[in-house]
């Protein structure tokens, strides 16, 4: 398998990208499959309102880290700040801890203009030191990580809850994959929770008819293919199930292979530092930032600007 996976999903009425859930009418089916996927644009089917769709990226639709900067991880260390302490994006994708580098309450210090105040102390140096009264570490299970680091510490602003259904007496397999789902959605969760104001409630199953994963807006979030039982996946099915690809009005704002809501072009814009940048979408998906693919998770930064981008597209929906 390629290191590029695509996540694609299908409901009873019409295949579609990582997003799918059950067969009611509100819910926007689709599951990741990598085979045969485009990797320019996803393919379409007019069945159904929610069609076929592949999470196929545009040459250009890769996440810009370079105008992003690098995360600093020290920045906010003993404030208690972190990473995911910015609800809204700073310009050009910079986030810096608020006055200065590392200012009032120094969550975070990147590369790039300066963006909220964090949540940290009243001071903080150019590494977020001397604050006090930060956010709080998330929980995550032993050996669970996301992206390969650990829990994000933040003063929560979400909302984003689930609950896992589980066998009274499961199997060996099906323990197995409790466990692995518990890693991704408490990962998933812990991000959206620091980086937005949603609220939501999500079912969430282990089903291995499901090849991939996938997601609906009417909170359900299902899980079979073992591949794709990881934090970057997680997000992407939240993302689906709080609006993005599955909200009535996402038809009246991906047009012609673009998004045309003023906010979220805006904030993309933000983040990538290009003033024209353009947002990608099809019947499911956006891109860049919309996690179609695990290997678009290369940092924290990466997963912060997929959140913002959510929480942007969201208000053009009127979420």
Request: proline share 4%; with cysteine.
């Amino acid at each position: 398998m390629r290191h590029l996976r695509l996540i694609v999903c299908f409901s009873p009425a019409a295949l579609a990208l990582i997003a799918c859930g059950s067969s009611s009418d509100d819910q926007a089916a689709e599951e990741m499959n990598g085979a045969g996927a485009s990797a320019i644009a996803g393919a379409r089917n007019a069945a159904g309102s929610a069609g076929i769709a592949t999470a196929g990226m545009s040459s250009s639709g890769a996440p810009n880290a370079a105008s992003g900067g690098t995360a600093n991880a020290s920045a906010g260390s003993s404030a208690g700040g972190s990473a995911g302490d910015t609800v809204s994006g700073a310009a050009n994708g910079g986030r810096s801890g608020g006055s200065g580098r590392g200012g009032a309450g120094g969550a975070l210090s990147v590369a790039g203009a300066s963006g909220m105040a964090g949540h940290g102390g009243a001071s903080g140096g150019t590494t977020g030191g001397g604050g006090s009264g930060g956010g709080t570490s998330a929980t995550f299970p032993p050996n669970c990580k996301c992206l390969n680091l650990g829990p994000p510490v933040c003063t929560p602003t979400g909302h984003v809850t689930y609950t896992l259904a589980r066998a009274a007496n499961p199997t060996a397999d099906q323990q197995s994959a409790y466990d692995a789902i518990t890693c991704a959605m408490d990962g998933a969760v812990a991000y959206y929770n620091c980086n937005t104001t949603i609220t939501k409630q999500l079912n969430v199953t282990y089903n291995p008819d499901v090849p991939t994963a996938d997601g609906a807006y009417n909170g359900s979030v299902r899980f079979g293919g073992r591949d794709y039982m990881e934090c970057a996946t997680g997000m992407h099915e939240i993302a689906h199930a709080v609006g993005v690809g599955t909200a009535p009005k996402w038809s009246t704002y991906s047009v012609g292979g673009v998004f045309t809501g003023q906010t979220a072009i805006a904030q993309l814009r933000a983040i990538t530092g290009v003033k024209d940048d353009v947002l990608h979408s099809d019947t499911q998906h956006f891109w860049p930032y919309g996690l179609n693919y695990a290997s678009e998770a290369k940092s924290t930064a990466d997963l912060i600007d997929h959140c913002l981008m959510v929480s942007a597209i969201r208000k053009d929906l009127g979420l």
